[in-house]
């Protein structure tokens, strides 16, 4: 990547990081970390976390990256299966990672510098086996500020208790319905009661929760393009902050309660709500479109490194917090919505499979791309 892409990206991250927004990379691969890339990114454009992309791993492994190739041959030779394969290639990222966000996270205490790695989304329906590969992977990385991203589904959701219990950090994701959000943070705090219980300090337990927030935007424009009225299409791309307004004002119902106030008597730090999947996926949007209207303190925003190509000109002055105390104006979204035969409990139990679906396929492609080069690395040695 280029200094000059860096330079103009890093006014943009270092503004929205000052509005109380932890900038995050959305999706690394090794040629990223081996060649300096997250170091600039950290070092100049203020990026304080990452997470893992398994669409970006498959292309990777598939495309031939020699920076996996070395690797992959170590472990055909040792007639490693797919899966372990897979574990080691993402704990290897996600270790170097983790070595270059360390400055964030010990210079912050612990409250920013953590990446995030997938667990196996075909485990997403089985709590024990979700836990257990979590705590594999954990284990793999060895980094104090790795973690676990588990599919919210309700499997998932004990699941979380489970690793949180077991001070296992957590990324939820595949969130989308307010219902499920307070469902994961339900399960947070469970495995914060269960941490206690067991005797641990409630002060380093991390866990965050994502909302692919660009998902709405194209499902809902897209019911509205059918429609084809004027009325709906005047109403395309406000799905999306409606319904990051509606998950915040969750967020904060759950930190005004007394089992929040007791738990964190205890030493136990908030959920962080993170906006995830920022990539647009409508004509005409941009991820700093979406970045520089979710703004509210204390939130993380996943962006593509391709946001951070769009330079400081598209950027719009920010304006404070955006969410908070827009409540009125979300439920004013939805109820105008509704009224055109567009239901948000619909919507958003649709994109909760699809969101479960879509992570699974990435899985299979990079569970086929890393078996064929397994396979061709173990004739090329015959």
């Known amino acids: 990547m280029e200094e000059r892409e ?13 509005e109380g927004v932890s900038p995050w990379l959305d999706g690394f691969c090794r040629r ?12 100049r454009a203020g990026i304080r976390g990452a997470t893992s992309n398994l669409a970006t791993l498959a292309a990777s492994v598939e495309s031939g990256d020699t920076d996996y190739l070395d690797q992959l041959l170590f472990l055909s030779y040792r007639d490693v299966p797919a899966d372990d394969a897979i574990r080691a290639l993402t704990a290897y990222d996600a270790r170097l990672s983790c070595d270059e966000l360390l400055p964030v996270f010990e ?13 196996n989304p075909w485990l997403a329906h089985d709590a024990a086996l979700v836990a257990s590969e979590a705590g594999k992977l954990v284990r793999a990385v060895n980094r104090p500020n790795v973690l676990a991203k588990i599919p919210a589904t309700p499997e998932g959701l004990e699941a979380i208790s489970e690793c949180i219990g077991r001070k296992i950090g957590v990324h939820a994701t ?45 499902e809902v424009d897209a019911r509205l393009e059918a429609l084809g009225t004027a009325e709906a299409r005047a109403m395309r791309g406000e799905a999306a902050l ?12 759950r930190l005004s309660g007394d089992r929040w106030r007791d738990l964190a008597r205890s030493g136990a730090r908030p959920q962080t709500v993170m906006w995830a999947s920022t ?9 700093k479109h979406y970045a520089e209207r979710l703004v509210a303190w204390g939130t993380a925003s996943a962006l593509p490194l391709s946001a951070l190509d769009e330079g400081a000109d598209r950027m719009c002055p920010f304006a404070g917090d955006t969410l908070s105390d827009s409540y009125g104006a979300a439920r004013s979204v939805w109820e105008r919505l509704d009224a055109m035969g567009i239901s948000y409990r619909a919507v958003a139990d649709k994109l909760e499979t699809e969101g479960v679906e879509w992570l699974q396929t990435s ?10 080069r397994l396979r061709g ?5 015959a």
């Open 107 to 119: 210079e912050t205490g612990g409250r920013e510098g953590y990446v995030s790695v997938d667990v």
């Open 32 to 43: 990223l970390l081996t060649s300096g890339g997250l170091t600039d990114l950290v070092a």
């Open 174 to 218: 595949a969130v989308f319905s307010v219902r499920r959000y307070g469902e994961v943070v339900d399960a947070y705090f469970n495995g914060l009661e269960r941490a206690r219980a067991a005797g641990h300090d409630l002060s380093d337990i991390v866990s965050f929760a994502s909302l692919p927030i660009t998902w709405f935007d194209a």
């Open 377 to 381: 690395a173990q004739l090329s040695g």
């Open 242 to 253: 409606a319904s990051a307004r509606l998950i915040y004002r969750r967020y904060e119902d």
């Open 6 to 18: 860096l330079t103009a990206g890093s006014r943009d991250l270092r503004r929205l990081a000052a």
């Open 363 to 372: 899985w299979s492609l990079l569970y086929a791309a890393v078996e064929r």
């Open 279 to 287: 990539a647009p996926r409508r004509p005409g949007a941009t991820s």
